[in-house]
């Protein structure tokens, strides 16, 4: 066989291949197998937690649950952090990530976005009413608790000099934080709200002001253009119908202007 004729069939079998894989969609799968895997959060109350039976439970688990309504499918919940949410995504080890992870360039380059982003949230941190800190610049020199994966870690510690020690998940660093190894936790100001709701953090409080505010989003594999078209639909109409708004007021989030925003602008627009 001539090299030419040889070059150009495997030229025409590399790119049938790739027109198969390329119409291949994970949503195509979730309809033939009748069930959506979404990972979440089952340590950040009121987001995604689990209740007392063990079910995991929470705002993003509401907004996962809407989503296979509407497709039509059964339910299976992954709990994941925020170190391993993206390489689940990637491993096929769940179809679809709600999981309070903030956009962020590089990330986008890992999986692929979902717009118009769903939620916004600054950092903030946590801890002792006792604890010798007035401003953000009061961290310097000071060790702080943060969660491993949490984009603001570096930039926070840059600022404001302050020595992070980091650690998957929120169960540890909020252990940590017991435990008197840091002077505070910080994380999402939609957690720390969350934690001071409950009995056993009533010596610890939120003083500083929240920084660094950052558009959440929702995450698919890249090449899943099926269900990103899928999912940016239906992000618009729970932004246009309240949706966003009302699961706030279920779960008792305190309301974010972000929200609020989105849904009038949304509504403007109609």
Not at 95 to 110: C, F, G, H, Q, V
Not at 220 to 243: N, P, Y
């Amino acid at each position: 066989m001539k090299l030419g004729k040889l070059l150009t069939m495997l030229g025409l079998a590399a790119g049938l291949a790739w027109t198969t894989g390329a119409s291949a969609d994970v949503l195509d799968d979730v309809k033939k197998r009748g069930k959506l895997v979404v990972g979440v959060k089952a340590d950040y109350k009121p987001f995604g937690f689990r209740d007392p039976s063990g079910a995991i439970v929470g705002l993003e688990p509401d907004l996962a649950a809407d989503v296979a309504k509407k497709l039509g499918v059964e339910l299976e919940l992954v709990a994941v952090v925020s170190a391993n949410r993206m390489e689940f995504l990637n491993q096929g080890k769940i179809d679809l990530m709600i999981a309070t992870m903030s956009d962020k360039p590089e990330r986008r380059k890992i999986v692929q976005a979902i717009e118009p982003l769903y939620y916004s949230d600054p950092a903030n941190v946590l801890m002792r009413k006792d604890a010798p800190v007035k401003s953000w610049e009061d961290l310097k020199g000071k060790k702080v608790c943060g969660t491993t994966g949490a984009w603001y870690n570096k930039e926070i510690a840059q600022k404001y000099g302050a020595e992070f020690v980091s650690f998957d998940g929120s169960e540890k660093p909020l252990l940590s934080l017991k435990n008197g190894d840091c002077v505070g936790y910080v994380y999402d100001q939609t957690f720390i709200g969350g934690k001071l709701t409950e009995p056993e953090w009533a010596g610890y409080h939120m003083p500083l002001s929240g920084i660094l505010e950052t558009p959440w989003t929702m995450a698919v594999k890249h090449g899943e253009d099926k269900l990103k078209a899928f999912m940016e639909e239906t992000t618009k109409e729970w932004i246009k119908s309240g949706r966003i708004i009302e699961l706030e007021k279920k779960w008792s989030v305190p309301p974010t202007d972000y929200a609020r925003r989105m849904h009038e602008a949304a509504k403007k627009g109609s």
